[in-house]
Every structure is written in C-alpha cells, then in structure tokens.
C-alpha cells in the first residue's frame, strides 16, 4: 500500500472557512435544527445499539458526539441478534414546546416517537405512532396556527408501493395521529421522478415546505416542494444535484437557519465503504421565492463558516476508555452488561457461538470508518480458559479481521477474511505466540482512501510488519463499514487505547 500523511483530520480550515463534508463518516440521513446558540444533528444507526445518536455543535462545521436517544433498541427481544439492513432508519429532529423530538421508522413495525428536555440526557420510551411495515422516514410540523401534522415516506421492500408521500393530521404531543393520511406528493406523476422519499416540513412565510430527495442514495437529487396548504397541491423544483462536480447523490438532510438568519442545508454523499457523509452547503432564495443550494444548485467545497470562532472538533475516534466504552461506539444488537467491561482499558468477555461469521455476532464492537481512510492500532491480549479468539475487524457485507486465537494449548496471531455470502477463510499464514496472560500483540490496519486495507502487527520484540492480503472494505447492509473490536468463545481479551488517526485526504 502507498504511505499517506496522516493527522488528526476536522474540516476547519483554521482560516475562517470549512472543507466539506463536515463529518467524515457515516452518519447518514442526517436532520439537524438549532436551539438558541446550539445546533443539534441526529442521524439513522439502523441496527446497531446505542441508536440515534445525537451529535452538537456551535457553528454547524464542528461537531461533537453527545449521547444517544436510544439506549437499546425496540422491542428488546427483535434485536437479541443483528438485524442488518433493520433496524432505525433515517430520523427527524425537532424542538417543541421546550421538548426535543424524534421521531424515526422501523421499516419492519411502523413510525416511533421519543422524545427529552435534555439532548445530552434520557429520552423517553419510544411508543409507537403508526405502525405498518414500511412507513419510513416521518417528520413532524408543528405550524404557528396549532396544529400538528406527520410526513412519512414508503418503503416498497415492505410495502409494495414507494415513490410518493404521506401527511397526516397529528396531535400536539405526537402520541397519535388523527386520519387516514393523505398522499401529498405522488413521485410517479412527476417525469424522471423515482424513489421519492426522506422528506423534512417546514413553515415559512406562509408557504409549508417539504425537502425531499429522490433518484437514490448513489445518484439522487434534492428536491423542494411548496404549497400554501400542508395538504396539498404542492408544485416542485429540483434544488441541489452532482452537476460537474465529484459530489454524487448529495440529496437528504436538514434546512437549518442560524441565529443571524442565514440558511444552510445539511446533506450527505453515499461514499461505499465509508458510509454516507454529511456536507454543509449554503443556501439562499431566488427572486420567486425557492431555495437555492450550494454553488447554484450544484455542492460546494470550501465555504466560509457559517459562525466564526469556534474552536476545531470532530467527532471522537480514538478511545482510551476511561471512564466507559466512547459514544462513538455501538454494538451490532443489544448489549448484555457481561460483554464489556472499563477498569482497564477495555476487556471483552468471550462470548461463545457456532457462527463464527462477524456480521451475525451480536457483540462485535463497532464505529465508523472515517472517510478519505484511516491508521486504527491497539494492543491486545488473549486470557483464556480454553478456544477463544479476539482481535480488530473491517466488517461491512465482506469483512476481514486480525487477532489472537487459542486453540488447545497453541495461541497464534491469525488474520481472516470472509466475502459476501461465502465461510469465513484464513487471509494469509499463521504466526505462532508465546502462551500467557501477559503476551500482548499490537495489532492495527490501515484503510486508504479507496477502502482498501492492510493489517499490521507487531509481535513482543518485533517491529510493525504487515500482515494478511490486503483487503477491500465493503459497505454493509445501508451502512458503511465499521471498524470493530470482538472477543469469541471461553475467556476474555483486554485492549488497550485504540488509535484512531484519520487520513489527510488534501495532504
């Protein structure tokens, strides 16, 4: 693999402008809003637990990780396991009578609702507000007359029809939905039009607004609607698309205003194995009164920063696990208190399975792989009792993962490999270590800005070598891939500080 520049990576350019995207991972479908001074984003987490995170930032370019609205996803016992590809999909963030919203989809049971005073703090329970199988993507408006209403999507997977739009009359705390729904927006009357979905309300000057992408994750449009009435009829004009520039699919996000009254629109690009980023685009309105995104409808790079003098963040990576497991972490299903544990550094207890497949183990610790690539390292150690295996994963639809096995009386570094649909294989020789408690393997991987990755190890008294084939990351089922710590079978494995140290694409 070529050497690349690594540092850690904000898009602050230090100068007074940003670099887009403003999160370099995949936090996809984003919605965001603005209390006061403060700007909140959510985004879709699908089947990993914690879900819905929650993420802060002061200028809408430096963001930080707060906490989660979900602390284990519902109903408890549909997600012993992971449900890729289920799971919550692409949320709405609003803040009403001095309450935060969310409302999001399980495209398997229907529409949820939670909500907090705190962001940062504990959301309710979520209850359900419509259920179905596939109703996706709802949004509430709360209007200055009131009244309450709902816009959702459909999923045609689950429900055999998509490409149009619902709303529904809503009561004001959101626990129920008063009618029938009426379909407002069908995308097959409109030419070109297909996979219509991901729709935000908004009200403004008398006009009800519903921004909605369509043409798919990969090669899709922003789309803005309009109509003096939440019910219809809407006209249509497709605001923001690739144009000539690399920025494919930039569709899906959030309409924010910041506090001097200045408009931004908030959307992500489907990178592969790095998930969907978000970008930041300005946004202004045309003399009819339509919005205009980015550089003229097309995304911009480099911007000035829509608030000046915050300080340069980005949501964490590296983790030395004092005092927990980060935010940036989430399990692949509900986790059971035994699985982890922070004394020092962090120890995962062995869970044992007939299924030595990664994408089907519920305790595989995970985060987000950041864009434009990455240098991940730890040290691990395998204490054991009898088989175990541990060790630091690229998991998406293919996966490959480089560890410590223990087999009988035999402890040996080992690197895998599996590809959709197919067993799990070995990706390269075996390399026998001393047996003991203490023996510690630093192990990493470096990921390019292709995806393509290379393990590395450093047995006790030798350097860093690399080891295994390289591998090409993969996206998983509607995520990117994660890059993911595991510990299998009797006994337990300790980690140290994980590095995690993204690459400077513009270096």
């Not at 393990?455 to 891939?481: K, S, Y």
Request: proline content about 9%; hydrophobic content about 35%.
């Amino acid at each position: 693999m070529s050497h690349f520049h690594l540092r850690h990576s904000t898009p602050d350019n230090g100068d007074g402008t940003y670099r887009n995207p403003v999160l370099r991972g995949d936090w996809s479908d984003p919605d965001a809003i603005r209390v006061g001074d403060d700007f909140y984003l959510t985004a879709s987490s699908f089947h990993r637990a914690p879900g819905l995170p929650i993420l802060h930032s002061r200028d809408l370019v430096n963001w930080t990780i707060i906490g989660h609205a979900l602390d284990r996803l519902v109903p408890e016992a549909d997600f012993q396991t992971p449900q890729r590809g289920g799971g919550v999909w692409a949320p709405a963030l609003r803040h009403h009578a001095g309450r935060y919203w969310i409302v999001y989809p399980d495209p398997d049971r229907g529409l949820f609702c939670t909500s907090a005073e705190d962001p940062a703090g504990k959301w309710t329970t979520p209850h359900l507000l419509k259920g179905g199988k596939g109703l996706i993507d709802p949004c509430p408006l709360w209007t200055t007359d009131g009244t309450a209403y709902l816009v959702h999507g459909w999923a045609k997977s689950r429900a055999g029809i998509n490409n149009r739009l619902t709303v529904h009359r809503m009561n004001d705390d959101a626990t129920a939905l008063l009618d029938e729904g009426t379909v407002v927006i069908d995308g097959d009357d409109l030419p070109g039009y297909r996979t219509l979905e991901g729709p935000k309300f908004y009200e403004r000057d008398g006009w009800y607004w519903i921004f909605a992408p369509a043409g798919g994750v990969t090669d899709g449009w922003q789309s803005a609607f309009r109509s003096r009435d939440p019910l219809g009829p809407y006209e249509e004009r497709i605001v923001l698309e690739q144009g000539d520039t690399d920025v494919n699919g930039p569709h899906q996000g959030a309409w924010v205003t910041t506090k001097d009254e200045h408009d931004w629109f908030l959307h992500f690009q489907d990178k592969g194995p790095f998930g969907r980023v978000v970008h930041l685009q300005p946004m202004h309105w045309d003399h009819d009164g339509w919005p205009v995104i980015g550089d003229n409808g097309t995304p911009i790079t480099m911007h000035p920063k829509p608030i000046q003098g915050e300080p340069s963040t980005a949501p964490a990576t590296s983790d030395d696990f004092t005092g927990g497991i980060g935010p940036q972490w989430a399990w692949q299903a509900n986790p059971r208190p035994h699985w982890a544990a922070t004394d020092n550094g962090l120890t995962l207890t062995g869970v044992p399975t007939d299924d030595p497949d990664l994408r089907h183990l519920p305790n595989l610790l995970g985060q987000r792989l950041p864009d434009g690539g990455c240098r991940a390292q730890t040290t691990l150690r395998l204490k054991v009792a009898t088989d175990a295996t541990a060790g630091l994963a690229i998991v998406g639809d293919d996966y490959a993962w480089i560890g410590l096995t223990r087999s009988g009386d035999t402890t040996a570094l080992t690197c895998r490999t599996a590809q959709t649909g197919k067993p799990e294989r070995g990706n390269g020789p075996e390399r026998p270590v001393a047996t003991g408690a203490d023996t510690a393997v630093r192990v990493g991987v470096d990921v390019d800005p292709t995806g393509r990755c290379q393990f590395h190890a450093a047995l006790p008294d030798e350097p860093t070598q690399p080891f295994g084939e390289p591998f090409q990351a993969t996206p998983g089922r509607w995520v990117g891939a994660a890059l993911g710590l595991f510990a299998t079978g009797h006994g337990t494995a300790t980690f140290d500080a994980v590095h995690v140290t993204a690459t400077d694409p513009h270096a």
